[in-house]
């Protein structure tokens, strides 16, 4: 669906979508809280890892979803 044929569908679901994403956020910011120092190095890492496969998908799907 797009904003012009179903304008409230898509306001939903970007709403949703924030909503999902700020939740996670909080989720992934109160486990750094919680994990010991030693390990923040090695969770940066695995988040940078994923990050960059995240990227490789995008560029590889010629940025359509």
């Not at 994403?21 to 923040?40: F, H, Q, T």
């Not at 940078?48 to 590889?60: E, K, P, Q, R, T």
């Amino acid at each position: 669906f797009s904003i012009e044929t179903r304008p409230l569908a898509a306001i939903l679901f970007c709403l949703g979508s924030l909503f999902v994403i700020s939740v996670v956020i909080g989720l992934v910011e109160s486990l750094i809280a919680r994990l010991k120092l030693s390990r923040i190095p090695r969770y940066t890492f695995i988040a940078l890892v994923a990050s960059i496969v995240s990227f490789a998908i995008v560029l590889g799907s010629g940025g359509r979803s």
